[in-house]
């Protein structure tokens, strides 16, 4: 009993060791029977790295490296590899996983490794050895040279034992990582635009062009018309997608030169010409905008309004907003095939007669 004692103790010592020799660093990936990478993007980061927390609370994983901001959160640990199912079925719940891959290593050959370096490692201790008692019997040589001979032998038998040392600790590792699963999760805040911390602005140089349709909400005989339309040039600059647009709308019913005759008709507004910035943003929820076809987005647009008479009284620039929803019909790496409906609303005095829905089709390619 006093024995079985002692080794239990020797056990559980040899377990704290472990557990206190391993919390916040690395093994080597290559030493870990299965290695899993993963990416996730959340849309509730706050709520779910307090669900990742916990989870490894509950669990039997072991914590290597903790590494958070406001951000982001990288964490990586390690379980047993009959965990790797739950592990995975649990990053999934997290988010959108961008990323996840995991890899196999045939352990056995690596611990086999080992042992060959420790057996031709011994072997060659044992030929040191005999070579040193061979030459201790010697006495066909001078003392000095015997000296240096046996010297350089014993330092040989060093050096073998320092490698035994290391193949050992090597395959201690090996045993008790093989049936181990190290995993590392970057757990990341998904948010509608790049912050510079967590997410890239992508770049790409896209002109184009495009058509709107403006129907007026509540036109006003001698203000404005019922609906202008009109073509207008479109710059896409990011993946984002963010854009600059410039262009004009006319009337679809102009008056004529007799309509015009009246006074009043002449002071209608006959065109708007538009400088526009613009944003759009991929659901969550629907393909975040990775799919071939039908995207959906929704965004805004800012910019300057310049409306102009058909009498040419001079007029004042005013601001101009829209928020808009939109279906990307097409998309490729080469080109995009877009429409959108949105709420035009000049900021202005005039904006109850002169806004309205305005329907838009763009098409754009890489240039």
Not at 5 to 32: M, P
Not at 320 to 339: C, M, P, R, Y
Request: glycine residues 6%.
């Amino acid at each position: 009993m006093r024995k079985s004692l002692i080794i239990n103790t020797l056990n559980l010592i040899a377990l704290c060791f472990f557990s206190s020799a391993t919390y916040g660093q690395y093994y080597k990936s290559r030493q870990y029977g299965a290695t899993l990478n993963s990416t996730v993007y959340s849309s509730k980061y706050k709520e779910d790295k307090i669900r990742l927390d916990n989870f490894i609370k509950k669990t039997e994983y072991q914590t290597l490296s903790v590494r958070s901001n406001l951000y982001s959160t990288r964490l990586v640990f390690h379980a047993s590899t009959s965990f790797s199912n739950k592990i995975d079925s649990f990053i999934q719940s997290l988010g959108y996983v961008t990323e996840s891959s995991i890899n196999t290593q045939n352990i056995n050959a690596l611990k086999e490794s080992q042992k060959e370096i420790i057996e031709a490692q011994q072997d060659a201790i044992k030929g040191f050895e005999e070579s040193i008692n061979i030459y201790e019997g010697d006495t066909s040589l001078d003392a000095t040279t015997l000296v240096n001979r046996i010297n350089n032998l014993k330092s040989r038998v060093r050096s073998a034992e320092q490698r035994i040392k290391s193949a050992e600790k090597e395959l201690s590792v090996l045993k008790q990582t093989e049936n181990l699963i190290l995993v590392t999760l970057d757990l990341k805040d998904e948010i509608s635009t790049p912050n510079g911390s967590n997410q890239k602005i992508t770049w790409v140089n896209m002109p184009g062009a495009s058509y709107s349709y403006l129907s007026i909400e509540n036109p006003k005989l001698g203000l404005t018309h019922d609906a202008y339309a009109g073509y207008n040039l479109k710059y896409l600059f990011t993946r984002g997608k963010s854009y600059m647009e410039l262009g004009v709308l006319k009337p679809i019913t102009p008056y004529t030169e007799q309509d015009l005759n009246d006074s009043l008709l002449s002071s209608t507004k006959n065109d708007f010409f538009l400088v526009q910035f613009g944003q759009d943003f991929y659901t969550r929820h629907f393909g975040r905008g990775r799919r071939k076809f039908f995207n959906l987005y929704s965004g805004y647009s800012l910019g300057l309004l310049i409306p102009n008479q058909y009498n040419d009284a001079p007029q004042q620039t005013s601001g101009v907003a829209s928020l808009n929803i939109g279906v990307e019909v097409f998309k490729s790496k080469h080109v995009l095939l877009d429409t959108r409906a949105a709420y035009f609303l000049p900021i202005n005095n005039e904006n109850r007669n002169t806004r309205g829905i305005m329907l838009n089709t763009s098409f754009n390619f890489v240039f």
